[in-house]
């Protein structure tokens, strides 16, 4: 009678833990879905941004697509290592120097021959970055 009970218990411990892995890569794809939409959203975001964010160099132009390479250039990426999921939006693959002089401001020349020029910041990757922890945060989930 002890034995029959002992393997009685170990079949239910392995039943248990079975389930519980069950669950475990359930949660795991479901998180992974949420990241990507996430990802997808910050980079929406990004697009937008540039869309609608007025022209420091020319007065009057409603947003900041010229040649459209930095609005082209917008990626998102979701990867998973372990139980770690990490998700990216921004310029992941193409980088230009002047995305960054766009995303974050500069003001140069002056002198007595140049007037100065002031290009104010856009923040588009931190509107990317605001849209994916509010999709995060809407689905329950938080950043580490």
């Given at each position: 009678?002890?034995?029959?009970?002992?393997?009685?218990?170990?079949?239910?411990?392995?039943?248990?833990?079975?389930?519980?892995?069950?669950?475990?890569?359930?949660?795991?794809?479901?998180?992974?879905?949420?990241?990507?939409?996430?990802?997808?959203?910050?980079?929406?975001?990004?697009?937008?941004?540039?869309?609608?964010?007025?022209?420091?160099?020319?007065?009057?132009?409603?947003?900041?697509?010229?040649?459209?390479?930095?609005?082209?250039?917008?990626?998102?990426?979701?990867?998973?290592?372990?139980?770690?999921?990490?998700?990216?939006?921004?310029?992941?693959?193409?980088?230009?120097?002047?995305?960054l002089l766009q995303e974050y401001g500069t003001q140069k020349g002056g002198g007595p021959y140049a007037s100065e020029l002031t290009i104010t910041p856009m923040h588009a990757l931190q509107a990317a970055h605001l849209a994916?922890?509010?999709?995060?945060?809407?689905?329950?989930?938080?950043?580490?």
């Amino acid at each position: 009678m002890i034995r029959g009970g002992l393997v009685g218990h170990k079949q239910v411990t392995d039943g248990l833990l079975g389930a519980i892995r069950g669950y475990e890569a359930h949660m795991l794809k479901d998180i992974q879905d949420v990241a990507l939409t996430a990802a997808i959203d910050g980079e929406k975001a990004a697009h937008d941004t540039i869309d609608h964010t007025p022209s420091s160099l020319r007065p009057g132009k409603p947003h900041r697509n010229w040649t459209y390479k930095m609005n082209q250039s917008l990626d998102a990426d979701v990867k998973r290592r372990g139980n770690t999921i990490t998700l990216r939006a921004g310029w992941l693959n193409v980088k230009e120097g002047y995305f960054l002089l766009q995303e974050y401001g500069t003001q140069k020349g002056g002198g007595p021959y140049a007037s100065e020029l002031t290009i104010t910041p856009m923040h588009a990757l931190q509107a990317a970055h605001l849209a994916m922890l509010r999709t995060l945060r809407l689905n329950g989930l938080k950043q580490t």
